[in-house]
Each structure stands twice: as structure tokens, then as C-alpha cells.
């Protein structure tokens, strides 16, 4: 079984940093992928930042210029730097990874996710 664990969300004043960590545990083959979602109160789930193998990462407009998605591939883990934090950046945010398992098969995984409010 694979597993997400997130961490590094709280409570940030406008302006201000937080960084996000994912650490992906079990039985499997690789990660293709690792990405961030996050959702508001009332909203739709949307993508933040993707990294995947061998790709440059890709950000959703809102957030470009200010975070920053990166993986540690030894460590089987991804981070999101959030710098410049707007109060719309509130949210429960949500790692998510593609992964290959030992029997070939390809399936999603997510994490539990973890709050970040940003007050004004």
C-alpha cells in the first residue's frame, strides 16, 4: 500500500512563506508524477503545481512567480515553497502522485491534506 503524508500547512499573515512537504511511503515501482491541489471553502478542487519525471513543472496562473514545486527523488518527496501569500491562497491543500506499483500497474494516490490560511 502507498501513502501520502503531508505537512507544513498553518496559519501565515499575507506576505508571508510556508512550505509544503509530501513524503511518499510503501511497495512500489516509481513515482511519475507529484503534484499539488488545493481546495477552498465552497470551491472546486484545482491544481496548484505539477512536477513530473523529466518534466519542467507546470503552475496554475494564480500562483506563478510566487511558489515553487519541487521533488527530492531520493527522498520520494515533494515540496511547494509558497512565497508572497494572498489571502485567496487559503485552502486545504492536497499532494497527489501517480505511481507505478511493483505489478505494473499505474494508479493515483492522495494525501490527507493539510490547511493553510492566510489571514489579511
Known amino acids: 500500500q502507498v501513502q501520502l503524508v503531508e505537512s507544513g500547512g498553518g496559519l501565515v499573515q499575507a506576505g508571508g512563506s510556508l512550505r509544503l512537504s509530501c513524503a511518499a511511503s510503501?511497495?512500489?515501482?516509481?513515482?511519475?508524477?507529484m503534484a499539488w491541489y488545493r481546495q477552498a471553502p465552497g470551491k472546486e478542487r484545482e491544481l496548484v503545481a505539477r512536477?513530473?519525471?523529466?518534466?519542467?513543472?507546470n503552475y496554475a496562473d494564480s500562483v506563478k512567480g510566487r511558489f515553487t514545486i519541487s521533488r527530492d527523488y531520493a527522498k520520494n518527496t515533494v515540496y511547494l515553497q509558497m512565497n508572497s501569500l494572498k489571502p485567496e491562497d487559503t485552502g486545504v491543500y492536497y499532494c497527489?502522485?501517480?505511481?507505478?506499483?511493483?505489478?505494473?500497474?499505474?494508479?493515483?494516490?492522495w494525501g490527507q491534506g493539510t490547511q493553510v490560511t492566510v489571514s489579511s
Open positions: 510503501g511497495s512500489f515501482f516509481r513515482i511519475n508524477s
Open positions: 497527489r502522485a501517480v505511481v507505478d506499483l511493483i505489478t505494473g500497474t499505474a494508479t493515483e494516490i
Open positions: 512536477k513530473s519525471s523529466g518534466f519542467t513543472p
